[in-house]
C-alpha cells in the first residue's frame, strides 16, 4: 500500500512501553483546491459523477480534471464509486477501469456515456430516428426523449 501522507518529525513520541504514541502525531493537513484551476462539471454525467464523488470523497469542489486519488481517495473509495455508478447510471463498470484509464470525471463520463450507447438496441433506435425525421423543433426533442425513456435510455448521455 502506499501511504497518503507522508509527515516529517524531528522525533517520535514515545509511550511508557516504547512503542509511538499515534495519537500523540501531528494531523494531516486537509487536502484543499488552493491554487488549483477548477473546471466545474458542464454536462449531466459530469454533474452527477460530481455529486457522487462529494458524498464518497466528502470534498467539496470538485473539477472534471482532478484525479481520484489526488483527492484523497484510495481503493475502498473506488469499489464505492462503482456501486455508485452502477446505481446511478444502470451501467456495469469493472474496478480496474479506475485504476487503468483516466480517474478522472471528465474520464469516466466519457466511459459512461460509450458504454450507454452500447446498451442501446440499434433497430429500435433507427426506429426512433425515422420517427423524427419529419418532426421539428420541440416535438422532435420532446419525442426523442420519450423514445429513449422507452428504451429504457437515460437521456442525459445525448448532451454529453
Known sequence: M??????????????????????RLPAPEAVTNEGVNLVAPETPIEKQ?????????????????Q???????????????ITQIRHVFHIELP???LFTG??????LARIIAERQLQQIDQTELAGLMT???GLSGRRSERTFVRGLEKLKIRSDFVIA
Open 49 to 65: 459523477l460530481a455529486e457522487v464523488w462529494r458524498r464518497v470523497l466528502k470534498v467539496e469542489h470538485i473539477g472534471i480534471h
Open 131 to 133: 420517427l423524427l425525421e
Open 67 to 81: 484525479n481520484f486519488f489526488d483527492l484523497g481517495g484510495h481503493s475502498l473509495m473506488a469499489t464505492q464509486i
Open 95 to 97: 474496478l480496474r477501469t
Open 2 to 23: 502506499v501511504p497518503a501522507f507522508i509527515i516529517m518529525v524531528d522525533a517520535f513520541l514515545l509511550m511508557s512501553n516504547g512503542k509511538i504514541d499515534r495519537h
Open 102 to 107: 483516466d480517474f478522472t470525471i471528465a474520464g
